[in-house]
């Protein structure tokens, strides 16, 4: 479970061990491609896991960071003129501050001049950059123009491994992440009961997370309530009464204040449930089974997505037409994808989280749970039952 120190502004970092096990694994990519500097952005809190990786902090604003083949590390971000970007100690070689926020067009320039500054005293002849689809427009542009020569690659898809695969103190990280959903799980059936509001319930859930260890960024808590647990709301949609015969559909999907995220998916009725329910639980945990047991290295995460499809098609049930898991870890959503695109190659001690739906006869669910990559398959590290809990 997750530890809340008292008086202790920056809690839950990870040790110097591992953040050096990270730059030194980030200065051997750099080396094997010929880079100079890797940049990367963050736009918010919740998909940008990137500069968490490099420098541990999560930003508010628009954050820019640069890694030098040394392994020197700049970070520019909001903050006052000749301020640093955030008061924490975590690294950096640069920590530099710029006066504006992220909606103002006028100095979409500036954080970029900051980084060829940076970039120009070493010199850089091939510079990669991780996450193209994050890094803003204005900010690449202007980049580029002030780097006129130096050769511009996106390493993105190679990176991502790094990202991917977990350590040892990560792996311990998540499974605190895990257990702190499990207890919040636990705790759910004390919080519903027929006549309250979805919105009452849903404002416990951001409680209960904040008081057990969440951080800040609780965008994936989704509550909806009918007889056949249709779909899931946030909290401003959060506002039919529960009744009696209802199923809850929650998703529980936070971070902790380590910055790691576990993703809890589960169903409470509210009363003796329909057949129809019980039917698509049952299935649903008989897909996850399956679809675990087939998370072994070397599979691709595009291959996961066709099995689950073949597993509904050949029960009777519709097809998935989004995905049907993903990685976690610093990103709520981050490679390998469980769709019909991602090439990635499953590798020991990646951190999943398989969630797929089923769907017959009105009723749906789709049941959440974590697993991390072994040689046999997918071990689950959630442990809350899976099974429709009858309040």
Same mark, same amino acid.
Request: glycine content about 10%; aromatic content about 10%.
């Given at each position: ?8 502004? $920056?809690?839950? *970092? ?6 050096? *096990?990270?730059?030194? %694994? ?6 094997? *491609? ?11 809190? +919740? ?28 970070? !520019? ?18 920590? !530099? ?62 990176? /991502? ?9 990560? %792996? ?6 895990? /257990? ?37 960024? %609780? ?32 998703? $529980? ?9 576990? /993703? ?40 996961? $997505? ?14 998935? !037409? ?10 709520? +959503?981050? *490679? ?21 739906? +089923? ?9 959440? /749970? ?19 809990? !009858?309040?």
């Amino acid at each position: 479970m997750v530890k809340i120190e008292h008086n202790v502004r $920056f809690q839950g *970092r990870p040790s110097k061990e591992e953040m050096e *096990r990270r730059w030194q %694994l980030a200065k051997e990519f750099m080396k094997e *491609r010929g880079l100079d500097y890797l940049v990367t952005q963050a736009n918010e809190g +919740v998909l940008c896991q990137y500069v968490r990786w490099f420098a541990e902090v999560r930003s508010l604003h628009y954050t820019y960071l640069l890694f030098d083949k040394d392994g020197a590390m700049t970070m !520019i971000s909001h903050g006052g003129t000749g301020g640093k970007a955030i008061p924490w100690e975590v690294g950096l070689t640069n920590n !530099i501050a710029i006066p504006v926020f992220n909606n103002a067009c006028y100095a979409d320039s500036f954080a970029a001049e900051k980084a060829v500054e940076v970039i120009q005293k070493k010199g850089c002849r091939k510079l990669g950059l991780i996450g193209m689809n994050l890094i803003t427009a204005g900010f690449y542009n202007n980049l580029l123009e002030g780097l006129p020569g130096t050769e511009t690659v996106d390493v993105t898809d190679e990176f /991502d491994y790094l990202v991917a695969v977990k350590s040892a103190e990560e %792996l311990g990280f998540l499974q605190d992440a895990c /257990d702190l959903h499990d207890a919040a799980a636990y705790a759910i059936p004390s919080l519903v009961y027929a006549g309250r509001m979805e919105r009452e319930f849903g404002a416990d859930l951001y409680r209960l997370a904040l008081l057990m260890g969440a951080d800040e960024y %609780l965008s994936n808590l989704f509550v909806g309530s009918s007889r056949l647990a249709g779909p899931m709301f946030a909290l401003h949609y959060q506002n039919k009464i529960i009744e009696a015969g209802d199923a809850l559909n929650v998703l $529980f999907e936070v971070p902790t204040m380590v910055g790691y995220y576990a /993703d809890l998916h589960r169903y409470f009725n509210v009363g003796a449930p329909a057949p129809e329910m019980l039917e698509v639980a049952a299935a649903g945990i008989e897909l996850q089974d399956y679809l675990a047991k087939l998370c072994q290295p070397g599979v691709r995460g595009k291959e996961v $997505f066709a099995a689950c499809n073949d597993w509904l098609t050949r029960n009777g049930f519709d097809p998935e !037409i989004r995905l049907c898991g993903h990685g976690q870890g610093y990103g709520l +959503v981050e *490679r390998p994808y469980f769709d019909a695109f991602d090439p990635m190659v499953l590798q020991e001690n990646m951190y999943l989280a398989i969630h797929p739906t +089923v769907k017959a006869k009105g009723a749906s669910v789709q049941i959440g /749970d974590n697993f991390v990559v072994t040689a046999d398959g997918a071990k689950r590290m959630t442990k809350h039952p899976r099974g429709l809990t !009858i309040i």
